[in-house]
């Protein structure tokens, strides 16, 4: 009879989609983010959406920390363009109807705005998102002990709200405390290692980059991916011949770029990929180990006034590390991944849950 055998193999599918990628429990993941000048933090959403589908962790909620309407809108309409518009997203206040203009070198062009209004999104009106504090406190509420990852990869202010929320209806657990129980790392774009100036902590709020990183839990690991890491490292070059016509991350990149150039450095790409991947590979994927700690011990200062970080050496203190490349892994090497990730098209990777043809994968990732 052709039924119980249709069945069977329907079952037996249905079980092969449910065990997942094999030997990883995939994590959960946040991104911190202050989506609206520079275009890398829409490429390293893409990236998380890419990273995520495949399976390798779960992107769980997406915060903004920028007040333009538009940041909530563009972040929504990469998720959905990749499939993943159920994403939570919470955006700060008050919203903003704000443009970026580049007032530094008058070469750059805006994105955010032309993302939110041509490409297709879930979400109707940015005012219809949690706070960033509510939707961190609900995430992590829900969340198994120590389970969650959060990426930054702007500036602080969220987190800073997040680790000075006290209980509320969401939870009786002070922010410190739900961080504490529930956060296996936060994964900072921020400072220069071991010391000097960067933006995302001196360039706008110090005070907000020195109290999360002074008052951060003890127990949860912080791990740094400094200017010095990402300034090395240029993507999206290939954008134009490789991303398919549709690709929000091209025509986000060619409306940034200057005279449509979409060649950029990588802080937040590659923070992201450290902060799916961490020190492991992924060999299922072809990927294989990128990064490891540039230090033992220690841990990072920043200035509460200029912004300024300067490692501390402390052999007592072990939570706190800065990232490097390993020594078997060049900068075009890392350059390589991202750029096949960033051009990645989300047709490939649709209605694949489970951990199968793993081969077609690689070869489409063509690593
Ligand atoms: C979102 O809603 C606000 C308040 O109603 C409105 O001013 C704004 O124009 C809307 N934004 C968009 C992008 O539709
Ligand atoms: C694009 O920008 C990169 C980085 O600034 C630069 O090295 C490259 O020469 C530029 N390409 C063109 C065609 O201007
Ligand atoms: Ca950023």
Same mark, same amino acid.
């Not at 929504?76 to 990749?82: I, P, Q, R, S």
């Not at 994105?111 to 995430?139: C, D, G, M």
């Not at 360039?203 to 890491?229: F, M, Q």
């Given at each position: ?66 007040? @333009? ?11 959905? /363009? /990749? $499939? ?46 949690? !706070? ?14 120590? @389970? ?41 774009? $921020? ?34 991916? $400094? ?8 993507? *999206? ?28 450095? +990588? ?12 020190? *492991? ?19 990072? +200062?920043? !200035?509460?006034?200029?912004?300024? !970080? ?52 690689? @070869?489409?990732?063509?690593?």
């Amino acid at each position: 009879m052709l039924l119980p055998a249709l069945a069977l193999l329907c079952t037996t599918l249905t079980l092969a989609l449910a065990q997942g990628p094999p030997q990883t429990q995939p994590k959960t993941i946040i991104i911190d983010t202050d989506i609206y000048s520079d275009v890398d933090d829409l490429g390293a959403l893409a990236i998380a959406n890419i990273l995520s589908n495949f399976g390798l962790a779960e992107l769980k909620g997406v915060v903004v920390s920028t007040g @333009s309407e538009y940041g909530a809108l563009a972040v929504d309409a990469v998720n959905t /363009y /990749y $499939g993943n518009g159920h994403v939570k997203i919470g955006a700060i206040r008050p919203l903003t109807q704000d443009t970026f203009v580049d007032r530094w070198g008058w070469t750059l062009g805006e994105y955010a705005s032309k993302v939110a209004h041509h490409f297709p999104r879930a979400l109707r009106n940015a005012t219809e998102t949690p !706070n960033p504090v509510t939707l961190y406190r609900e995430i992590l509420a829900d969340a198994a002990v120590n @389970s969650l990852t959060i990426i930054s990869i702007g500036f602080l202010t969220n987190l800073a709200d997040l680790l000075e929320s006290g209980m509320d209806e969401i939870s009786p657990a002070t922010g410190a405390d739900l961080i504490s129980y529930k956060v296996a790392e936060l994964v900072v774009m $921020g400072g220069n290692y071991p010391s000097g100036w960067e933006y995302n902590f001196a360039g706008v709020d110090p005070n907000v980059a020195h109290r999360v990183i002074s008052n951060w839990p003890k127990n949860v690991p912080i791990t740094y991916s $400094g200017y010095e890491l990402g300034s090395q490292i240029w993507t *999206g070059q290939h954008l134009a011949q490789e991303a398919s016509a549709d690709s929000p991350v091209l025509a986000a990149y060619q409306w940034y770029g200057d005279r449509c150039n979409t060649t950029l450095k +990588s802080y937040d790409p590659v923070t992201v990929l450290y902060g799916f991947l961490g020190l *492991g590979g992924w060999a299922e994927l072809g990927l294989p180990p990128m990064f490891e700690y540039a230090n033992a011990d220690g841990y990072n +200062s920043v !200035n509460a006034v200029d912004g300024i !970080n300067t490692w501390v050496e402390d052999a007592s203190v072990r939570n706190q590390h800065w990232l490097r490349l390993r020594p078997d892994i060049t900068v075009s090497d890392v350059e390589e991944v991202l750029n096949r990730l960033l051009v990645q098209s989300p047709h490939v990777v649709e209605g694949r849950q489970g951990g199968i043809i793993e081969d077609l994968l690689r @070869s489409q990732l063509r690593i």
